[in-house]
């Protein structure tokens, strides 16, 4: 079992950045695969993000060169660097944890992230 808990959404201007964090406790990190999510109103939530446990990372392509997921196995922590925002992010963005050796998904409560025009 892990508790996810997503911090650092909130109301940006386009063009700005934000910084996401997912803190994990109740299990060993390292052991998990992470991933940012996303959720517009009236619209599937889609991947924004991964990375793997070993480090490997993969984004969706409308936040390539834009976004970057990064992971502190010592701290326990996620995050999602966010640049050159668009009023299209706006969304409640999920940390997600995939154990490896299980294939288990838990998720966080979501954190919502707003960009104006």
């Known amino acids: 079992q892990v508790q996810l808990l997503e911090s650092g959404g909130g109301l940006v201007q386009a063009g700005g950045s934000l910084s996401l964090s997912c803190k994990a406790t109740?299990?060993?990190?390292?052991?998990?695969?992470m991933g940012w999510y996303r959720q517009a109103p009236g619209k599937q939530r889609e991947l924004v993000a991964r990375i793997t446990s070993g480090g490997n990372t993969n984004y969706a392509d409308s936040v390539k060169a834009r976004f970057t997921i990064s992971r502190d196995n010592a701290k326990n922590t996620m995050y999602l660097q966010m640049t050159s925002l668009k009023p299209e992010d706006t969304a409640v963005y999920y940390c997600n944890a995939v154990r490896v050796a299980t294939a288990l998904n838990y998720w966080g409560q979501g954190t919502q992230v707003t960009v104006s025009s």
């Open positions: 109740g299990s060993i990190f390292s052991l998990f695969h």
